[in-house]
């Protein structure tokens, strides 16, 4: 097994709880640990294991800046990754790439090297700005990898057809790192959820965690839980602004809290809001959506959450085949109180599978499989 691992990843690893999770597991398969990234804190230093060294390798990365600011990060970036690893590269190291925007960062020099395409999304191409400029030729990149990894049985199908790969890729799931949180832990990161949680003690929380935006349309939950009995409530828990949802009188906002303490408000749901829809004209494909590999699944299930989701394959054969919650056919106000009163006349159920399917998986053994020389 290659025992040096360079893992790299551009934008931050605190929102991404299975890179978390990744390096705690190359951790424990006894390899030498580095992570490249523009953001590094005292919170990502605390939640790393510590024996993973952490370089820094230029200004935090935005989504929001300017294509030509985002282009002149690019190169200042690519230069700072490869000064490092051309000073720390030898016969046992293996590169392990994180997601498209880490490929355009490092560009087609990879070919040079030993590394691992681990793909957080269904692409097809990588431009350099937005998805109709110049890129790299990630097909290319794909069949010289040593491994392609993706999440989901569906996607390593995709992607081997769409590459043309002999060798179907690795599925390491989305699911995150042991945490030691359980049902309804303490509020330890903010004060103002703290307080909103206690306030809510007596209520059953139907909750949302994460971006809203047009693949992930939630306002059918807020209108469906107004109708409902006076017993549940909605709480959306984002760092995006929704004006829209403060008319609803049981819907409740609550800040962004950055993993993995966001898992101690999710500890004390009723139920889970898993929503995806196709979107188009961005850099992922519109299969990205429908087989979706949420590591909400395993987020809500390691508390026995049961979860309500829309009727896609990737929630279909997940949380509805393995009897952990319900997909409604329709995303409107009336399957989505259908689907909570379902939950709650059959919670004992639901909740008792949740725990068995987040106690299935073999993260470790196909982690191992992607160091093998």
């Not at 303490?186 to 909750?207: F, G």
């Not at 006076?230 to 049981?250: A, I, P, Q």
Request: charged letters at 20%; hydrophobic letters at 40%; a positive charge.
């Amino acid at each position: 097994m290659f025992k040096k691992i360079i893992l790299i990843q551009v934008d931050s690893i605190l929102g991404y709880p299975p890179t978390m999770a990744l390096i705690n597991e190359l951790v424990n398969a006894a390899t030498e640990v580095t992570v490249l990234t523009t953001v590094v804190n005292n919170q990502l230093i605390e939640v790393l294991p510590k024996s993973v060294i952490i370089q820094k390798v230029g200004k935090d990365y935005t989504y929001n800046t300017s294509p030509i600011t985002k282009l002149k990060d690019l190169f200042v970036v690519r230069k700072n990754i490869w000064s490092y690893i051309d000073s720390h590269y030898g016969d046992d190291t293996l590169l392990w790439v994180m997601s498209n925007i880490t490929i355009k960062h490092m560009g087609m020099k990879l070919l040079k090297y030993r590394y691992n395409l681990h793909l957080f999304e269904l692409v097809d191409k990588v431009a350099y700005i937005g998805s109709h400029t110049m890129g790299v030729d990630i097909v290319k990149l794909a069949h010289a990898a040593h491994k392609v990894i993706v999440c989901e049985y569906n996607r390593a199908q995709i992607t081997q057809a769409w590459f043309k790969l002999k060798e179907l890729p690795l599925i390491i799931s989305n699911k995150p790192m042991p945490n030691g949180f359980h049902r309804q832990s303490e509020i330890t990161r903010s004060e103002s959820a703290k307080k909103v949680i206690a306030e809510l003690k007596d209520k059953k929380i139907i909750l949302y965690q994460g971006v809203v935006d047009v693949e992930r349309p939630i306002e059918s939950i807020a209108k469906a839980v107004e109708e409902l009995d006076d017993s549940l409530v909605f709480m959306v828990m984002t760092g995006s602004k929704c004006e829209h949802l403060k008319k609803y009188r049981k819907t409740i906002m609550m800040p962004y809290i950055a993993a993995p303490y966001h898992l101690e408000v999710t500890s004390h749901a009723f139920v889970g809001i898993l929503i995806y829809t196709p979107v188009y004209g961005t850099f992922t494909s519109p299969l990205n959506s429908i087989y979706c590999a949420p590591n909400k699944i395993y987020e809500f299930s390691q508390f026995g959450i049961p979860m309500i989701g829309n009727d896609i394959p990737g929630l279909r054969y997940t949380v509805e085949y393995n009897r952990m919650g319900v997909c409604v056919p329709k995303m409107n106000t009336k399957y989505f109180a259908q689907a909570i009163q379902n939950i709650a006349d059959n919670y004992n159920t639901f909740s008792s599978n949740a725990v068995k399917f987040n106690q299935n998986d073999n993260k470790s053994e196909v982690v191992r499989l992607a160091l093998k020389k």
